[in-house]
């Protein structure tokens, strides 16, 4: 397992949609970051994987317009993920879990700056790499888990 480190201090991070009618904001470090291959998560991303920062829901504050939410169920656990989105452009928000309540991801592509959450400051892992693309590589530095980690 790799070696992280969180910094004992608030932090403030920030993002929004592609178009900027809904932003989020947040003043904890997140629990963990994940790497989804799922085909729900490629398909949802249009890319290889979804990358995730997950925060306990409560610690995230949305503003301006309200995300929609598409409720997709699993069909392979039957259990619901309500997937987070903007209205107006479609950008993704995040998601919730009903396997894991009282969390809340957010994109990680959606963040203001970049290079604030890397695999040496928080615990990050692969989930899922059953279906991983072939021309994905996987990084040495990360748990890598061949369905979720709960399972």
Same mark, same amino acid.
Request: aromatic share 12%.
């Given at each position: 397992?790799?070696?992280?480190?969180?910094?004992?201090?608030?932090?403030?991070?920030?993002?929004?949609?592609?178009?900027g009618?809904?932003?989020?904001?947040?003043?904890?470090?997140? *629990?963990?970051? %994940?790497?989804?291959?799922?085909?729900?998560? #490629?398909?949802?991303?249009?890319? &290889? /994987?979804?990358?995730?920062?997950?925060?306990?829901?409560?610690?995230?504050?949305?503003?301006?317009?309200?995300?929609?939410?598409?409720?997709?169920?699993?069909?392979?656990?039957?259990?619901?993920?309500?997937?987070?989105?903007?209205?107006?452009?479609?950008?993704? *928000?995040?998601? %919730?879990?009903?396997?894991v309540?009282?969390? #809340?991801?957010?994109?990680?592509? &959606? /963040?203001?700056?970049?290079?604030?959450?890397?695999?040496?400051?928080?615990?990050?892992?692969?989930?899922?790499?059953?279906?991983?693309?072939?021309?994905?590589?996987?990084?040495?530095?990360?748990?890598?888990?061949?369905a979720?980690?709960?399972?």
């Amino acid at each position: 397992m790799t070696e992280f480190t969180k910094s004992k201090r608030m932090m403030h991070y920030s993002g929004q949609c592609v178009c900027g009618t809904i932003s989020f904001s947040t003043r904890t470090e997140p *629990l963990r970051i %994940t790497i989804c291959h799922c085909a729900w998560c #490629q398909r949802r991303t249009g890319s &290889a /994987f979804g990358v995730e920062v997950v925060f306990n829901e409560n610690d995230i504050v949305f503003a301006g317009d309200t995300p929609q939410i598409y409720r997709h169920v699993s069909d392979e656990s039957a259990r619901w993920l309500d997937s987070r989105f903007c209205p107006k452009c479609g950008a993704n *928000l995040g998601f %919730t879990l009903e396997a894991v309540p009282g969390i #809340q991801t957010l994109p990680a592509g &959606a /963040f203001d700056g970049s290079g604030q959450f890397t695999a040496k400051n928080y615990q990050t892992r692969h989930v899922y790499i059953r279906s991983r693309r072939d021309w994905a590589d996987l990084s040495s530095d990360v748990e890598v888990f061949e369905a979720h980690f709960r399972s």
